[in-house]
Each structure stands twice: as C-alpha cells, then as structure tokens.
C-alpha cells in the first residue's frame, strides 16, 4: 500500500470509529433480495470490525440470517450532504459466539440498551469488511484494502477496562482539559468510555467525542505516554494567554 493509501486508510478507519450511527444493508428475505436500508446503532471493536446488537424479530435480522451479505454506510453530517466524507463497508455479517466480551464496551456508550439484555432476543453481529468504499470529498474516492480497518488485537484490548478506570479515578482534570484543547468544551460531567489503538472516546456532558491520537497505540504503558503528552500540550496551550 503506498502512503498516499495508507492516509487515506487511516483517515476512513478513524471515521468508522468516530461515528456511532450508520445505515446497514441488507437483502430482503420476503422481498425477494431487493436492499432493504435499517438505521443501526454501532460499535467498532478492537479488531476494526463494526458490531450491531440487532433482534431476532427485526427485519434485517432475518436478512441477515437467509443472506449474511450486508453493507454499512457511515457519513459525516453537515449542510452540505455531497461534501461530506462517507463510508461504506461491504461484508458479511454473523452473530458472535461470544455475547459477553463487548458487552460492557457497547453498554459503555449506550447504556440505555441495558434493558435490551433481558429480553433475550438481542445478539451481538460482527460485520466483517470484504470491500472498503471511502469518499473523502471531492475527487477524493478510493476503494481501500480491508487491511485500512482490520487489524490485529492488540493488547490494549484486555487492558481497556483498567486504563478507563484509572483515568476516571484519576485524571478528571486532564479529561476536560483534553475536551478543551480539542473540542473546545468545558463539561462539568466527563467520563473515558472507551480507548482503541487509534485513540480514545469521552462522554462530556452527555455528549460523546472522539480523540485521535498521533500514532497507533497498542498497550497501556503506550496509551499512558500518549495521554501524558496530549496532558502536556493542554496545560501548555491553556496557559497560553
């Protein structure tokens, strides 16, 4: 992949993890494989695949299980629909066998779908990428190697629940400084919901934001340099008069 690629890869991976809302695709079971479009909440995991908590009485569910094919796109909104960067991911689609180990990741940033858990018809479904189609904008259009979005698991991915808890505990302040140097927000109410290899994502005042960091992330002692430095350059830039 040369870099020109890879930039561009990287920019549609980190859209995939920032945005937290898509439409999905499927091929309609009744209809007679005609698309058939469902707005669908995500998470992205820690390999880079898209994960959907979908009902078993919902239409595209029992797409997905007669044709597991599927497509989700993902865009950026603002006024102008035909500038803005999108995503679609084409794929295949299949519950997990492991309905525990993203639970809490996902309930992290909805919990409101805690109470989908007790009706028992909700399972988790993996999409993984077979095609990757990006716009960037203008004259800026790639289909991109999965490798841009799949990677391997990191150790960061055992160790999430441990650096989220620390930074909650311990570092409230530099949590709104980075919401300020970044986002420009001031939130009394903030919270470290997530961390990835790519960066890391807060809920401020209800609202969630996504931070980038510089260069990918694999473990902990890794992510503490990171957020030690991106700490740093808050302080710096704040004190700036």
Not at 9 to 38: H, V
Not at 142 to 166: C, K, M, Y
Not at 209 to 222: E, N, S, Y
């Amino acid at each position: 992949m040369n870099d020109e690629l890879k930039s561009v890869g990287d920019e549609a991976r980190q859209m995939l993890r920032g945005l937290r809302l898509g439409i999905l695709s499927t091929l309609s079971k009744k209809l007679g494989g005609y698309p058939f479009g469902s707005l669908t909440p995500y998470v992205v995991d820690h390999t880079g695949c898209p994960v959907i908590l979908i009902s078993t009485i919902a239409e595209h569910t029992k797409n997905i299980e007669a044709d597991p094919r599927v497509s989700l796109l993902v865009h950026e909104q603002h006024d102008d629909a035909q500038a803005n960067a999108r995503l679609t991911v084409v794929g295949q689609a299949s519950r997990m066998s492991d309905q525990d180990s993203l639970k809490e990741r996902y309930l992290r940033f909805y919990p409101n779908a805690r109470g989908y858990f007790d009706t028992h018809d909700f399972f988790f479904y993996r999409i993984t990428p077979e095609h990757v189609r990006y716009i960037g904008g203008f004259g800026k259009i790639h289909w991109l190697n999965t490798r841009s979005l799949v990677t391997e698991v990191a150790p960061i991915a055992e160790q999430e629940s441990g650096i989220l808890a620390h930074m909650n505990a311990d570092h409230q302040e530099n949590l709104r400084h980075y919401c300020q140097l970044l986002h420009g927000s001031t939130p009394a109410q903030v919270e470290m919901i997530g961390i990835d290899q790519d960066g890391f994502d807060v809920r401020a005042d209800g609202k969630m934001l996504r931070f980038t960091f510089a260069q990918l992330v694999t473990d902990a002692q890794a992510a503490r340099l990171a957020l030690v430095d991106l700490a740093r350059q808050a302080r710096e830039k704040l004190a700036t008069p």
